[in-house]
C-alpha cells in the first residue's frame, strides 16, 4: 500500500511542475518533469516496508438465558477487542433482562402477569420483536408458537424430562395456545391476551435475537471478524477467521450419535441455528417423544430427528429450525426463502440427512 501511495504522490508532484512551468499554448511541453517523477517513484520504491502488524485474538464466555455464549474475535488492538467483548455481554444480559419471564423485573415478565387483565405497553423493541413472531406464525401455518408454554407443562417438559400427557389435559392446554390469543395493538404499543392462563415463552427465539444483538455491537466496535456462538444451537459469523477465507467452519452433528459428522458448513457473514429431538425427549410404550410440539395437535412432532437452519439473521434461523422439524422436508423445500439453506435429518429413511433442493 505505501508504494502505491508513493507513486501517486509523485505523478501528483510532476503535474503540479508541469503546470507551474507550463510555456505558452504555442510552445511545447519540456520532457525534464517526466524524469523527475520516474527518480521519486524510483526512490520510493526502495525504501524499507513497515513491520507487518501481529493479528490478535480473543475468546471469552458468559452466560446469559441459561446458557453460555462464547465470542471469539480477531484484530489488531487488544483494548478495542476487549471493549467489544464486553459491550456484547453488556447487550446480552440487557436483552436476557428483557425476554426472561422468571424475572420480577423483566418486561415479559410483567407482560405475562398481567395481560389477561388489561392490555399492557411494551417498548418499541419488545413490541417489534413480538410482531416478528406473529408474522412467523401465520407464515408457519401455526407451527412456531411463542405461546406453547402450557402444552411444554402439560408433557411435562417444563423444567423436567417428560411424561405421558392424557388426551383431556391436552385439549384443556390447546385452550391456551396459538397466536390468535395474543392481541398486538400497533397503534397504543400493547399486548393483551384474550384468555387467562396465556403466557408468552421466548426462549425458542430469544438467543438469535441475543446474538444478533451481540454481532450488531461488535460491528459498531469496529469488528470485523468475530463468531458468536450460543450453547451451541445459535451461532453467527461475521466476517471470516484469518487461516480460511470461506468463513468459520462449523461441523453439523450426527443426531443418532453426536461423535459424527454429517454435514461441515462456512459461516461469513450469516448464522446457522438448530434444533433436534435428541435435545430433550423421553421414552413411553416403546415410543420416542420429543421436546418439539406440534401446537396444532398438541402432541409432539415426529419423523424428523434434527434440522438446521442458515440464515442472514440469527432470529430467522432459530425461528424456523421448529416449523421445518414439525412440516418435514418436502414443506421446507416448497416455503424456504431463496437465501436460507437447510440441512434435515428424518428417521428412518434411505437418506437419513440431506441439504434440501
Known sequence: MKRILALGTAVLAANAYLAAAAPPASGTLSVQPDRIARDDVKESLTQPALPKRELLRLEESAGAMGITYTVILYGYSMVRMQVAVDAAFQEVRRVDRMLSKYRPDGELGEVNRHAAERPIKVTPELFALLSECER???????????T???LMKVWGFFRGTGRLADKQQVAQALEKVGHRNVVLDAANGTVRFVRPGVELDLGGIGKGYAVDRMV?????KGITSALVNAGGSSI??????????????INIRDPKSQSKVVADVYLKDESISTSGSS?????????????IMDPRT??????????????????????WTKPYFILGRQWAAQHKPKDFRVFLCEDQTEQPCAWLQ
Open 136 to 146: 412467523y406464525s401465520r407464515e408457519s401455518e401455526g407451527t412456531f408458537d411463542i
Open 279 to 291: 435435545e430433550k425427549f423421553f421414552l413411553a410404550e416403546n415410543r420416542v417423544y420429543s421436546h
Open 298 to 319: 398438541g402432541y409432539p412432532a415426529e419423523g424428523v430427528l434434527e434440522v438446521s437452519v442458515i440464515a442472514p439473521r440469527t432470529l430467522d434461523s432459530e425461528a
Open 148 to 150: 406453547i408454554g402450557p
Open 236 to 249: 453467527y459469523g461475521l466476517g471470516a477467521p484469518p487461516s480460511e477465507d470461506r468463513g468459520w467452519e
Open 216 to 220: 450488531t455491537l461488535l460491528k459498531e
